[in-house]
């Protein structure tokens, strides 16, 4: 699995699906997922395979997930603040809010 | 010097279906491609099989367009059989909406400027207002005063039908020769010879498909292919769950639910590079539709250049001077490939073309 060449101090702790992470400053919510052994974030919206973080950069959208009742976020695009609350991406988000899930 | 009973020159929509069902008329078909970085309207459009508005002034486009709609499921569902790829075909009816009175009196009157001209053949369409619209698409928002319905118009997923249709031909046989830029075609005494940088082969006949392409080869076999600049943009949204069970001429929502929006057409520049000028306005007009898109996130915007006639309806020809040389393009390439490969591939391979093509020769363009 994944580990940080230079870990630092994990100072941080954030929520996923209801377990806590930590992570350390400046590392984004991918990052931190790999690192914490999390490898599967989302389900696909054509086959509702699991899937998770590949390219890192921002490119594959492979990494969404939902923070802070956000949806559709790019876990490799945002930096892990104190306490987040992240959730799996479940197929689309739902762009109406409650009116079609 | 090898040879060919028909060459084919581009591999696009055109291209391959024609390729397609010729080869499933027993011919022996070869498709010269060009190359990865050329233009190519075949994975740059918005994928609708679109009928509504299309041939105001031009009655014989316009039902050439709606037969092609009703040739849909029946080219798909062999497509799908040969290939077990599902090309996503969807014909709920079709919306333009309307986002001023005068838009919607434009609406009305280009409807009933093409029922009139087919002589009733196209009638089949609604004007609704804005009720009848939001008891149908409860999402729109409040800008929209109307819009007309289409009962032909759907949408395909053009770029799994882009691969299926290279996939399906490949099984019927056909040779199909990428980076093979036609640079020369040249009559000979049974047919043509068709060469370039990588080489040349001999065709009984040849037919070209070749897109922009078709405007400096057709010349060649006594052809004439006419072309105007149209360059086209369309934003493409993050997927989200389906709120847009219909399509529109600007809009459309694919199967895997992103929302593609594009209706631009720019004729001033050779440039690909997306002109963010244009997207803010498709943009804002697609949300002045469904509210609902102004929350979603771009991941991309694309451009590219249509295949566009001066007067934007196709040329189906066979050359005068040299039988046996075809020119076949048109800009809705996605709603008329199964009229290509249905109706026309079989014209074709019988030599002649139909009297109902005929308004569709070249000579229409030519500037007396």
């Known amino acids: 699995m994944f580990r940080k060449v230079t870990p630092g101090d994990k100072a941080l702790s954030f929520h996923f699906e209801g377990g806590v992470c930590s992570a350390e400053p400046g590392d984004t919510v991918a990052l931190a997922l790999l690192v914490a052994g999390i490898d599967s974030c989302r389900d696909s919206v054509v086959s509702g395979q699991p899937r998770g973080p590949y390219c890192l950069m921002g490119a594959c959208f492979e ?5 802070d009742g956000v949806q559709n976020l790019q876990g490799c695009q945002v930096q892990v603040r104190e306490g987040m609350v992240v959730t799996r991406q479940r197929g689309g988000r739902h762009a109406l809010g409650d009116t079609l899930s | 010097m ?3 009973e028909i060459v084919i020159v581009g591999g696009g929509l055109m291209g391959a279906a024609l390729a397609w069902a010729l080869a499933g008329l027993g011919h022996d078909v070869l498709v010269l491609d060009g190359g990865d970085l050329d233009p190519r309207a075949s994975r740059a459009n918005l994928g609708l099989v679109w009928v509504s508005d299309k041939g105001v002034g031009q009655p014989d486009y316009a039902i050439l367009s709606r037969d092609a709609a009703l040739h849909w499921p029946a080219f798909a569902a062999v497509i799908q059989e040969e290939t077990g790829i599902d090309l996503q075909l969807q014909q709920p009816g079709g919306f333009n909406f309307a986002l001023s009175e005068q838009e919607l009196e434009q609406l009305t009157a280009n409807m009933a400027t093409i029922a009139d001209q087919t002589h009733g053949e196209l009638c089949s369409y609604e004007i609704l207002d804005r009720e009848e619209v939001r008891v149908r698409l409860p999402h729109i928002g409040p800008g929209v005063v109307g819009a007309s319905f289409c009962p032909y118009d759907g949408h395909v997923n053009s770029l799994r039908l882009f691969n299926a249709l290279h996939l399906a031909m490949t099984k019927r ?7 093979r830029p036609v640079e020369l075609i040249e009559p000979t005494d049974d047919g043509f010879t068709v060469s370039g940088a990588w080489g040349a082969v001999r065709a009984r006949k040849i037919i ?18 006419p072309l105007v600049r149209s360059k086209g943009q369309v934003i493409v949204t993050e997927k989200c769950r389906p709120f847009f069970p219909s399509v529109s001429g600007a809009l459309r929502q694919t ?9 631009s057409q720019e004729t001033h520049t ?3 590079a997306v002109n963010h000028s244009i997207s803010a306005v498709l943009a804002e007009r697609a949300a002045r539709v469904f509210p609902v898109i102004a929350d979603l996130n771009v991941v991309r915007i694309w451009t590219g250049f249509r295949v566009k006639t001066p007067d934007g309806m196709p040329i ?5 001077t040299h039988p046996g040389a075809f020119v076949m393009l048109c800009h809705s390439g996605v709603t008329l490939t199964a009229l290509h490969a249905l109706e026309i591939a079989p014209q ?7 009297p109902r093509l005929q308004p569709f020769h070249a000579r229409r363009l030519h500037v007396s």
């Open chain 2, 316 to 320: 189906y020809q066979q050359s005068e």
């Open chain 2, 173 to 179: 046989g056909v040779d199909y020769r990428p980076q």
């Open chain 2, 255 to 263: 199967g895997e639910g992103s929302v593609l929006i594009g209706e």
């Open chain 2, 348 to 354: 074709i391979s019988a030599g002649v073309l139909q």
């Open chain 2, 208 to 225: 070209l498909a070749a897109g922009l392409g078709n405007t400096r080869l057709a010349p060649m076999v006594g052809l004439y292919a």
């Open chain 1, 63 to 67: 990494c969404l997930v939902v923070i």
């Open chain 2, 2 to 4: 090898e040879q060919a």
């Open chain 2, 270 to 272: 050779g440039s690909l």
